[in-house]
T-cell receptor, first 114, second 113 residues
Framework: AQSVSQHNHHVILSEAASLELGCNYS??????LFWYVQYPGQHLQLLLK??????LVKGIKGFEAEFIKSKFSFNLRKPSVQWSDTAEYFC????????????FGTGTLLAVQP | DGGITQSPKYLFRKEGQNVTLSCEQN?????MYWYRQDPGQGLRLIYY???????QKGDIAEGYSVSREKKESFPLTVTSAQKNPTAFYLC????????????FGPGTRLTVL
């Protein structure tokens, strides 16, 4: 079965530390990839997305992610985190097909200590 | 002010009662979705609708029902058959088949006592 894996369930960092959150998917065909973020008490919102082209995509608030097809990965990165980045981060995938169903990973809770 | 609204924000019900969660969008989006979010499990798809008067079961549809009589509305009913209904429910919408980005509402936290 197709799935999305986020191996880091809970990450704690100090401000200014670098961040990398892992995301792997299991599907051999065409995929569209997303990272969503849920700040405390706020809507789930889109951070960045990859459909095609340059595999390094830049999103809002200094985040970026790299699609590595050979590794089935779409890891999220930020060179220097801030306290305001404390949130839950979800990787999601749309598999090629007619339904356009979004499949989510289990989420990574990031806590940034000031 | 465009967007997706879900009401109420918090909902309490007694076990055995059906409850309907509201989701309205004024984005003129064709597709709408219902997810439930549980700690450590991410978001799981309950039902989705790609056009008015049509909807499809998602991965965890048992114990839920939906309707899509109007483009802007996609209410979700949590029935007494749902064995573990306490959760955070998120509604989303998407412009159409050519768009792949879903936009989410603020969610409804349902607690069944």
């Amino acid at each position: 079965a197709q799935s999305v894996s986020q191996h880091n369930h809970h990450v704690i960092l100090s401000e200014a530390a670098s961040l990398e959150l892992g995301c792997n998917y299991s599907y051999g065909g065409t995929v569209n990839l997303f990272w969503y973020v849920q700040y405390p008490g706020q809507h789930l919102q889109l951070l960045l997305k990859y459909f095609s082209g340059d595999p390094l995509v830049k999103g809002i608030k200094g985040f970026e992610a790299e699609f590595i097809k050979s590794k089935f990965s779409f890891n999220l990165r930020k060179p220097s985190v801030q306290w305001s980045d404390t949130a839950e981060y979800f990787c999601a995938v749309i598999l090629g097909g007619a339904t356009n169903k979004l499949i989510f990973g289990t989420g990574t809770l990031l806590a940034v200590q000031p | 002010d465009g967007g997706i609204t879900q009401s109420p924000k918090y909902l309490f019900r007694k076990e055995g009662q059906n409850v309907t969660l509201s989701c309205e969008q004024n984005l003129n989006h064709d597709a709408m979705y219902w997810y439930r979010q549980d700690p450590g499990q991410g978001l799981r798809l309950i039902y989705y609708s790609q056009i008015v008067n049509d909807f499809q079961k998602g991965d965890i549809a048992e114990g839920y029902s939906v309707s899509r009589e109007k483009k802007e509305s996609f209410p979700l009913t949590v029935t007494s058959a749902q064995k573990n209904p306490t959760a955070f429910y998120l509604c989303a919408s998407k412009e159409g088949a050519a768009s792949d980005t879903q936009y989410f509402g603020p969610g409804t936290r349902l607690t069944v006592l």
